[in-house]
């Protein structure tokens, strides 16, 4: 225990000072990160996620120090280039236990993190590893859905070594905390993605005009300050679609509390599908928009050309740390040689796969800027 600080305090402060979070500055939310100082980063983004989620659960009557937490360390796992990056870690890590941002989020907060005297990672409490674990929905799961997976044995390596040890029950639902964890997620992106698609120019105010709920946001800012500046105008409108989300997920939290009457956490947990969540017709409204954003910002042909780029990045990184682990740091090599003893014979498959978790970690590890810069170095200079 600490002196003065809950252990959710806690928490959240040990999340706030490791190396993994000081990263998120200089990695992709949408556009990579040397592209604007304007557009958002993985760490700008999660400081929104985590101020929506402590207003949320403050509303809520939640424990607002554990949503912080959970909100703030949600995007650790992330690799550099965004979901670009992903995507390439985890086709590269299918024949040596998979990748998910997630389950490596909770590698770093367990493991990878060493800077205490006694024990490897933060120490977190169990329920910020649950929180991580399962803020999307269960991680094991026959009903689909992002980061879960039909059974135990599909399970990324990192997710499945930290259940092993502390059983985080992975089958049932996150806390009430956890969920508007991830609710917060949703309404900090699509609100964040449609401010740096605008100065981006991917789309413009009357593309915005024509979809549900954005629209009528605009025609309200007109009727009541009309002939406002362009950027005024974006911002009263935007921020408008933003408090419409907060104020739906709260409203429809307090009804589902208050109807079905959860006495315990376990309660929450065992709930037939989330408790805090958006009402039916503002997630079809939803729907619409993020289908907008994938055809006109995530599928952009600019933002594609620069998919493409780092996804070569990391298809030519990856392979060459694996055939000369030697080229990484000199920090990195007593984990080298930790996996030639796991694995014996650097030719037999074992050795390969503890490799290959290595190169993982230290690939995944990059911001952009790194990423870019190793690549340039090595690749460029064909070594």
């Not at 800077?115 to 094991?140: C, M, Q, R, S, V």
């Not at 493409?308 to 920090?331: G, I, Q, Y």
Request: proline letters at 4%; aromatic letters at 8%; charged letters at 25%.
């Amino acid at each position: 225990m600490s002196t003065f600080r809950s252990p959710f305090q806690r928490d959240r402060d040990r999340i706030i000072h490791s190396s993994a979070f000081r990263r998120l500055k200089h990695k992709t939310q949408v556009f990579v990160e040397h592209e604007g100082d304007y557009y958002r980063t993985r760490l700008t983004h999660t400081i929104e996620v985590a101020q929506v989620a402590r207003t949320i659960a403050g509303a809520l009557g939640l424990n607002t120090d554990l949503a912080e937490a959970v909100a703030l360390a949600h995007d650790l796992g992330h690799p550099p280039f965004g979901h670009t990056g992903e995507d390439a870690l985890a086709e590269l890590m299918a024949p040596y236990g998979g990748f998910d941002h997630n389950a490596q989020a909770l590698r770093i907060v367990t493991k990878l993190e060493k800077h205490y005297a006694g024990f490897d990672g933060l120490n977190l409490t169990w329920e910020t590893l649950e929180g991580i674990a399962k803020h999307n929905g269960p991680a094991i799961s026959d009903k689909g859905g992002s980061h879960s997976f039909p059974s135990r044995d599909q399970l990324p390596y990192a997710l499945a070594e930290v259940d092993a040890q502390w059983d985080l029950e992975l089958e049932t639902n996150a806390s009430a905390e956890a969920q508007v964890a991830a609710v917060a997620d949703d309404v900090a992106y699509n609100h964040h993605d449609l401010h740096d698609g605008l100065r981006a120019g991917l789309f413009t105010e009357e593309d915005l005009c024509e979809l549900p709920m954005i629209g009528e946001c605009f025609a309200e800012v007109d009727r009541l300050h009309p002939g406002l500046d362009r950027s005024r105008r974006q911002h009263e409108a935007l921020r408008r679609v933003f408090g419409v989300m907060v104020e739906d997920v709260i409203h429809v939290a307090e009804n589902r509390l208050t109807s079905l009457g959860p006495k315990s956490v376990d309660d929450i947990r065992h709930m037939d599908g989330p408790i805090i969540r958006f009402s039916k017709p503002l997630y079809q409204s939803l729907k619409v928009l993020k289908q907008f954003l994938f055809q006109r910002m995530y599928r952009a042909p600019s933002v594609v050309v620069e998919r493409k780029r780092v996804t070569e990045m990391v298809n030519a990184l990856f392979p060459l740390f694996m055939e000369r682990p030697e080229l990484l740091p000199e920090d990195w090599q007593d984990e080298v040689a930790l996996a030639r003893i796991a694995g014996g014979d650097r030719t037999r498959p074992e050795a390969k796969e503890a490799l290959a978790r290595v190169v993982l970690d230290y690939v995944a590890g990059m911001t952009d800027r790194f990423a870019i810069q190793e690549y340039d170095r090595l690749i460029g200079r064909n070594i």
